[in-house]
């Protein structure tokens, strides 16, 4: 099994700052890309960010330039720096990895628990 522990929610006042991180453990032999989505309440599930094994990143428009995704590949934990929040960031955030248990095994996502951030204006 492979769980995923999310830390860094919380509430804060538009124009801050915020940053989230998602701790993996148990069954794992490397992990391959990890991420960030979000969801607001009525909304779909949207990609904040994402990183890849080889450090390359990519991040949605709307997040362009105030967040910054990054990773600690031996501590198998990513990171989501937010910067200049805005009231539509809120939303519960949920980091993902994929990962391999073995040598040539099946690649699978796991998903953390997610954490609620709120930015109020």
């Known amino acids: 099994q492979v769980q995923l522990v999310e830390s860094g929610g919380g509430l804060v006042l538009a124009g801050g700052s915020l940053r989230l991180s998602c701790a993996a453990s148990?069954?794992?032999?490397?992990?391959?890309?990890m991420g960030w989505y979000r969801q607001a309440p009525g909304m779909q599930r949207e990609l904040v960010a994402t990183i890849s094994s080889n450090g390359s990143t990519n991040c949605a428009d709307s997040v362009r330039g105030r967040f910054t995704i990054s990773r600690d590949n031996a501590k198998k934990t990513v990171y989501l720096q937010m910067n200049s929040l805005k009231p539509e960031d809120t939303a519960v955030y949920y980091c993902w990895i994929t990962s391999t248990q073995a040598l040539g095994a099946m690649l699978r996502i796991y998903w953390g628990q997610g954490t609620q951030v709120t930015v109020s204006s």
């Open positions: 148990g069954s794992i032999f490397s992990i391959k890309t």
